[in-house]
């Protein structure tokens, strides 16, 4: 509406110029009825509150992802986004945003990142249990036998970050808070009692008895992880790298 | 010339057919010098319908309650990374903090026939590992499938989890958990 108005205003100077006064004139009130009507379409809009489009369960789920950094089972992706924003995420909307990513895959159309299933075993299958997303480097979305819990205990420090991060709000450092007394609930030293809540949990103290934890089992994780990514970029294709292999078919059984 | 699984048909006739479970299993090995219970067994003949109208019939059930608290409760115990379970192995146990290595074989195989055919045979892969105390040798499997001779014919015995660790004495010690359900190829 801006440019309709310089351009009328373009052209009443151009009227003028060849003299003519009466095209000029009716051109200039053009002009000027066109600039009030952009104003007073961008004082209306500035008065409506904007209209903010609710994030998806996908878009959620990566932003979820993104910042546990870990593969991780849609029940905790949703415990996580829950408490993050304090929205209710239906963990039953993960099954269709799985299929969904395949599909988008195989179309050939490009996303930026695909939700994908961790690879896990010894002929890295698509893992059922965990998500992962497909630009994290290969060792990342590679689940080794002590993965599980050096996630978890990563999942842990991560949370403990958003507690003490500036932009949490009270709200939500409560939510934060209490989601950390569940995960700490199984490390040595980290709570007072079994029945420490989220109220009265001390972070420092968590910090330290995951800290402890972690550095019994951290590099042997890093260390296995980094071997299998070599394995899996020799052994699977393309595809397979993001998608998972497939297990040999068992021929014969036997007892035992 | 007919097979094991022929003549076992052949047995059963027209009786209804039940797949064992592992508490009908146990229940059998105790009283094994039956062989008209072991015939039973082997072909996979439902008594307890086969009774049905006739003055030995049963009048009840397992409540299904009871296996939906079983499933609630095995979910709890492997949520969040089996904190629980490792915290129960920790404490009632006595597992090692560095005893968390976790195999979970029902996350990546398919829930049918095969997956359970690859499952027994990684299971068995697994527990050479724990027997030999390799260093990659798991703590927990989830999901383990064993596997026995029945009749001539394999069977399976699905776990929920199955929990090794390094003894005292440098011995693996293998606690299977639960042991739930029985198929037979």
Known sequence: MLSDAAGLAEQAADALRRGDVEASSRLQREAESAWWRARRLGQRQAKRPARVRAPSARERTVAALTELAVPSSPKQIAAYAEARTGDAFDVRALASVRRDELRSWSSGSKRDTYIVPALEGPWFQAGRGRLALSHWPLRQRIVGPLSPRVDHLHTCLQIIERIESADADRESGGRMRALLAEYARSIPGALVDAWTSGDDLEVSRIRTAVAAELVLIERDDASSREREAERAARRLTPEQLVWGGSMPQVVAGRSG | ?185
């Open chain 2, 1 to 185: 010339m007919s097979t094991p699984e022929d003549r076992l048909a052949e047995v059963r006739g027209s009786a209804p057919e039940k797949r064992p479970t592992v508490s009908v299993l146990r229940a059998a090995t105790a009283h094994s010098d039956c062989p008209f219970a072991m015939v039973a067994l082997a072909s996979r003949t439902d008594l307890d319908k086969l009774c049905q109208g006739t003055y030995f019939e049963v009048s009840f059930g397992q409540d299904p309650q009871a296996f939906q608290r079983g499933e609630m409760f095995e979910r709890r115990v492997k949520d969040m990374n089996y904190a629980a379970l490792i915290q129960m192995l920790r404490y009632d146990a006595g597992f090692p903090l560095t005893s968390v290595r976790i195999e979970d074989l029902r996350s990546r195989t398919p829930p049918n026939m095969e997956g359970l055919k690859q499952r027994a045979a990684e299971t068995r892969r697994l527990l050479r590992l724990i027997a030999r105390k390799a260093p990659e040798a798991p703590n927990i499997i989830d999901g383990a499938v064993l596997t026995c001779m029945i009749a001539g014919r394999v069977a399976y015995f699905e776990a929920d989890s199955l929990a090794a660790a390094a003894a005292a004495r440098g011995r693996g010690e293998v606690v299977p958990d639960d042991r739930r359900a029985v198929r037979q190829r």
